[in-house]
């Protein structure tokens, strides 16, 4: 199939699927005049292209999971470590939600007057995930 129908069937636009093809992510079969000539397998590969960038992979994580002439091959730990990452900013952006939605709300006339917004700009300046609703611990003296 030729470009202008992978565009059809995917919605990409032929500058990706140039871009792609210049990754390696794809390959085209040919030509017929100035038009690049697909094998209809490629439609497969820009699904799992999609389904990886969406998942958050890299080009060049996808790239190692698109073999040029083998079957799709996607290491089940890859995906896994993918699934804890992704979990993992789900509490980091349900945390910063939080934040947000208690500034939005916050009692105090000023936010940095907040015991609250200052225990999560603390949080955010040393890169913890603090839980909103967790209380602000003082140290212990020993």
Same mark, same amino acid.
């Not at 917004?117 to 602000?136: E, H």
């Given at each position: ?23 390696? $992510? ?5 030509? %017929?005049?100035? !038009?690049?000539?697909?094998? &209809? @397998?490629?439609?497969?590969?820009? +699904? ?17 999971? $698109? ?5 799709? %091959?996607?290491? !089940?730990?890859?995906?896994? &470590? @993918?699934?804890?990452?992704?979990? +993992? ?54």
């Amino acid at each position: 199939m030729d470009i202008s129908e992978v565009v059809k069937q995917t919605g990409l636009p032929p500058s990706t699927l140039r871009f792609y093809e210049e990754k390696g $992510l794809i390959k085209s079969v040919g030509r %017929q005049g100035q !038009r690049r000539l697909f094998d &209809a @397998k490629v439609l497969e590969r820009l +699904s799992v292209i999609a389904l990886g960038r969406s998942a958050g992979f890299s080009l060049a994580e996808i790239h190692s999971m $698109l073999p040029v002439n083998e079957k799709i %091959q996607v290491s !089940r730990d890859t995906l896994l &470590a @993918k699934a804890e990452q992704v979990d +993992s900013d789900i509490k980091r952006l349900k945390a910063v939600r939080d934040g947000l939605r208690h500034a939005a709300n916050c009692p105090e006339q000023n936010h940095l007057e907040c015991p609250t917004f200052q225990r999560l700009m603390r949080a955010a300046i040393s890169r913890q995930r603090v839980p909103i609703a967790s209380p602000v611990r003082k140290a212990k003296d020993s």
